[in-house]
C-alpha cells in the first residue's frame, strides 16, 4: 500500500539487486552523517467524485481565465487543463504575478522538488570547492610523490612497468587539477597524450597511460570514453570546477583491471600510498561525504585493497616482498580475481563475440569509484546484452527515462514504452517484471540509505495510481501521465546534480477584498513528508561533518517547514477537512518563498536579483 515500504504489493517474492551489498571492504561506512526520520502521512481521502459541467456553470471562477475551445475541451474531460507559457523560466515569476493578479494559485509538487535540486545543486558546489577541490589536490600531490619513489625503487624489475604507470597516472591527475607538479621524462609523451584526449572529449580511445608498457600476460588493451570529460552541469561555472570535474572523473572511471597482472600490481602500488600518513584521511574526506550524497561504489577502491594485502602480505610486507614472494603474488591476484564483479559497466565493452565475459572486462580497482545507482542498475538491465533484438532484428543500444518509472511501478510508462515498441525487445517484458519484484520489495532502510536514494523515494509516490476518495482530476490517464512529467523532472534534475559521482551505463504577497484568490495545493502529502525528510536528512548529515554554513541550515530548515505545511494542508484537502485562513495566506505567498530559496541557492554564484531567471531558467537537461 502507498507509504509501507516500495510501490506496493506485488507477485512473487522479492528478487535480489545485484548491487545492493557493494564489494567487502569497498568502501568506509559514510558513518557519522544523519538517518532519514520518515514523516507519517495521515490520510482517508474522502473527496467526493465531481464532473465538469459542459457549459462550465459549476465551476465558480471561470471569468478568471480564458480558455480556447480544445483547452476546454480537455478540462471538461479530464477536470483540469495544462496550458503551456515559455515567457516564464522560473516557478516563482509565475505565482508572483499571480499572487498580485490576484488569482487562485495552484502549488505543484514540481515547485517544491525544484526547490530541493536548487539547494542540494549549491551545497554540493560549495563542499566541492571549498572542501572536497583542496582535499584532492593535496591527496594527488601525496601519492605522485610516492609513485616516484615507487618507481626509482623499483627500476630494472617485474613491476617497474606498473610503477611507471602510477606516474603517469598521477602526472595526469596532477595536471588536470593545474598542480606545479613535474612530469618526468620517461612519461612526458604518454601523459601529454592523455591530456590531449581528454581535452578534446570526442571519442573512445585506448588511453595512453592505461596501457603503457606489455603485460606479461596480454589482454585487450583498455578503452575509455572521453568524451565523458566535457564538463557539465554546475561544473562549467568556474575553473576550480571544471578541473576538480576532470580530475575526479578520471579517478572514478580509469579501471586497474583484474584481469591484467601488470595493472594488478599498478592497484597494489596505489593502495600502498593511499595508506601513508594522512592520505588514508584526506581520501575518506571526499570519499564519505560523496557515499553520504550519492551512494557507494560498486568497484573495488582502496579499503577493499587494503583487506587484501593485509590477509595475504600482513602488515609490515616491503617492496622486496611484493616483488620477490611469487607464491604470495599469484595467491594476491587470485583474491582479486575473486572479487564480485560491479553491477553496472561503465566500461566501453563491445559485442559478444568480441568480449565474451563482461564481468571479466570490468572487475578492477578504481581510486575514486563511481557510485551504483538503483536507476543505473535498471537501465543495464533493460538494454543490449541483457536484453535481446527486436522482431527487426535491432538491438536496444539505449534505454529511455521510462524505464525508470516503469520500473518503479508506473502502469502507464509501461503503457507508453509498450505502444512505442520497446516492449518488444527479447527478455525486455522478463526483465522488467524481475526488477519491479526487486524494488517492490525493497524496504525503507534500503530506500534512505542516502541522499540520492532518498531522493528517488521522495519521487516514488509520483507512480502511484490514486485511489477512491482524491479528487477527480487526478484519477485519470491524463493526470496519470502529468505525474510522470513531474516524476521525470524529478529524476532530471537529480541526475543533472549527481552527474559527476554516479556511473553511467554502456551497452555494449497582497491581494483585494473583492477577489475570492483562495488557492489549492496538489495533494501529494507522501511526496511532501518525505522530501521534508530528505531535507531534514540532508541538513544534520552535513552539520554532522561541518559541511553547512549556518545560513543554509537554516534555509535547509526552512524548506523542511514548508514541505511538511503542504503535506498538512493536503491531508486536510484529501480528508475533505476545512482550510484555515493562515493554510490560506501561506498558498498565496508561496511564489515568495520559492523566489527566496532560488536567490538563496544561486548566491554562491553571485546571483541577487529575480531577473537573473533569464540566465538559469528551470529546465535543463543531464
Known sequence: TPGQGGGGPAAGGPVALESEQPNPGTSTAPGAF?????????VSPAVKPYQVAPDLSNITNKDMFTLSPAARDLFIKNGFVVVPNSHFKEFFALYEMNRYAPRPLFVTTDSLLHNYHLFFSHLLR????ESFAPDLKRLTQSLLERALQDLAALKGTAWENAARRNVAFLAVAARLLDLEAPVPGEVRKVVEAELTLIDRHQEWALSPVMNLGSDPDPVEGLKEDYSQYLPRGHYDKSDLLKSYFKAMMWYGRLTFRAQ????????????????????????ARIYEPTAFLVGQSDDPTYPAYRELLLKVYGPAAGLKTLVEDRAKWSQLVAAVRDLKPPAINSLPIFAAGLQPDRDRGIRGFRLMGQRFTLDAAIFQRLVYRDVGENSRGERRMLPRGLDIAAAMGSQEAYKILQAEGETDYARYPENMERLRRAIAGLDPATWTQNLYWG??????????????GYPSFMRNPAWARKELSTYLAGWTELKHDTLLYAKQVYAEAGGGDQVDDRGYVEPNPYVYARLAALAQMTREGLMARQLISERDQVNLARLEQLALALKTISEKELNSAPLTAEDYELIRSYGASLEHFWLEALRDEGVDHPSAQNDR???LVA
Not at 601488470?262 to 588514508?280: C, W
Not at 531522493?455 to 477512491?468: A, D, F, S, V
Open 34 to 42: 544523519a538517518g532519514f526520520a520518515e514523516v507519517p502521512v495521515r
Open 126 to 129: 560549495v563542499m566541492e570547492e
Open 260 to 283: 591484467s597482472e601488470d595493472e594488478t600490481r599498478s592497484a597494489v602500488l596505489l593502495t600502498r600510498a593511499l595508506d601513508q600518513a594522512g592520505n588514508p584521511e584526506l581520501w
Open 455 to 468: 531522493w528517488l523515494y521522495t519521487l516514488l509516490p509520483l507512480t502511484w495510481e490514486k485511489p477512491e
Open 617 to 619: 531558467p528551470a529546465a
